[in-house]
């Protein structure tokens, strides 16, 4: 199979200026409507400027994700692509919070600690945040859902910040400096899994959910993927090396003290700390390492700053909503329908959350499992010093990814920006695209500019709908799963 050609000259071009045409109307859309410091409308068509808003807002999604799309086969050079989405980007920093209003619970909390409350003990309200009112209601009093070292981040950008104002433009800043090393690490990533790095730059960088939610919106995930990024680097290009592997491991350990997401990679990127042949003694022996290097920053960061491992207890608070974004929550929901035309009290929601979570587990030790086994396979090729250079970052990264993917699909509770997590892992080490560009390219739809999230409006009908898509997946699976082999005369 032949990698396709470079776009046409002006098919990139058409790309490029569409692209910068949505930034720009989403910005009008995020001064017209977006997540400004007010409480935000119930219904943002009855706002002062809700039509033209959302207008903008819908005109300008469709025109960057169609520019994203368009060039999804790569982009006419890596240098290119860089330069588009930095273009793209520059709009969307003149512009407010867009899409949600978290980095205000962000600003909050960081107040919190700075002014000596704890925020794993008490929400914002409880706390005294003069920036309250700015925090979406649900999330006013519930702990956060954090690790230390992004509520450190926070703290440090409400002191310095000064006001509300200062503290959002000061945690925009944090994300951008997010993305900025995520960009660093891509181009190497990419050729160590055999990707071509025009079309991993592209895909990672100029999809609309990166400038929208993680720049614009100052998401935190945006150093949660920064941080896994250098880390999976590091690993790539130094597996076996004792300080290399110390280095990763308190990068990936920063990490889950921002979101504990990143737990979900820390089994894959063991495996890509080995060095050599793949058996259980350099197994143990290289983890170890890796796994020091996580102990220690968990350690320090909780140390740090004295709020110990009390940020678990908020992360059972992040599931609070029951959107059907969510693939196991659409399926309690539309089951709660069928039980209240019976005569039931509702419950299926909490009960189609634990089974996902336990399928997620299995799935979790199944593909590391494989992952393993293909390239222990490897040990026993002829030359397998060079295959297992070139099969390892293959192997692992596209594992991590697969394994963010399936935490995204199964979590109680899914955003646009969580999207993310797969989307750039995956960018640098995937062959085929489509099966997570599209569901990407989809997301960029589900967030208003105000904060509010289509599915507020829409419970029913993309419950049912939502649903729908997991039976048909889960059908095909199951068929694909058990097929028949061909006879020997067919395979030939």
Not at 25 to 42: E, K, N, Q, R, S
Request: charged share 10%.
């Amino acid at each position: 199979m032949t990698e396709p050609g470079p776009p046409s000259a002006v098919r990139a071009r058409l790309a490029r200026y569409a692209g910068l045409a949505g930034a720009v109307l989403l910005t009008v859309a995020g001064w017209l409507g977006g997540a400004l410091p007010d409480i935000p409308p119930a219904d943002p068509w009855r706002a002062a400027y809700g039509p033209w808003a959302l207008g903008c807002w819908l005109l300008g999604t469709a025109l960057l994700v169609g520019a994203w799309w368009s060039l999804r086969q790569g982009a006419p050079s890596t240098r290119w692509a860089y330069l588009t989405a930095g273009l793209w980007l520059l709009p969307l920093l003149a512009a407010p919070p867009l899409g949600s209003r978290d980095v205000y619970s962000y600003a909050c909390q960081g107040w919190s600690y700075a002014a000596g409350h704890d925020p794993y003990e008490m929400g914002v309200a409880a706390a005294g945040c003069p920036w309250v009112d700015s925090v979406a209601p649900i999330w006013r009093d519930t702990p956060a859902p954090y690790g230390p070292f992004f509520v450190l981040l926070a703290a440090l950008a409400a002191t310095l910040g000064g006001g509300l104002a200062g503290t959002v433009v000061l945690l925009r800043l944090v994300a951008l400096a997010g993305v900025l090393l995520a960009a660093l690490c891509l181009p190497g990533l990419a050729r160590a899994a055999g990707v071509p790095t025009a079309r991993a730059a592209w895909l990672a960088l100029a999809c609309p959910l990166v400038g929208v939610h993680l720049v614009a919106g100052a998401h935190n995930d945006a150093v949660l993927l920064g941080l896994l990024l250098l880390a999976l680097l590091v690993l790539v290009r130094l597996p076996g090396k004792p300080k290399a592997l110390l280095v990763a491991g308190v990068l990936l350990g920063l990490a889950v003290t921002v979101k504990a997401t990143a737990v979900v990679v820390l089994p894959f990127a063991a495996l890509a700390a080995v060095l050599g042949r793949y058996t259980p003694r350099a197994l143990l022996r290289d983890t170890g390492w890796l796994a020091g290097g996580v102990l220690a920053a968990l350690a320090a960061t909780s140390a740090l700053s004295g709020l110990g491992l009390g940020w678990l207890a908020g992360l059972a608070r992040s599931g609070d909503t029951e959107q059907w974004t969510s693939p196991p929550t659409a399926v309690g929901v539309v089951v709660d329908y069928v039980g209240e035309w019976a005569g039931r009290e509702p419950g299926a929601v909490p009960v189609a959350r634990a089974v996902a979570l336990v399928l997620l587990a299995a799935l979790l030790v199944l593909l590391w499992w494989r992952s393993w086994t293909a390239l222990r396979a490897l040990n026993d090729v002829r030359q397998r010093v060079h295959r297992l250079a070139a099969a390892r970052p293959r192997v692992t990264l596209s594992a991590a990814g697969v394994a963010l993917a399936a935490t995204v699909v199964l979590a109680p509770v899914f955003h646009p920006w969580y999207a993310t997590w797969p989307l750039l892992v995956l960018a640098v080490s995937a062959a085929r695209t489509t099966w997570f560009v599209l569901p990407s390219a989809v997301a960029c739809f589900l967030a208003l500019p105000g904060g509010t999230s289509v599915a507020r409006y829409t419970k029913a009908p993309g419950a049912i709908a939502m649903t729908l898509l997991v039976v048909a997946l889960a059908t095909w699976a199951w068929r694909r799963h058990h097929r028949p082999a061909p006879p020997p005369a067919a395979r030939r």
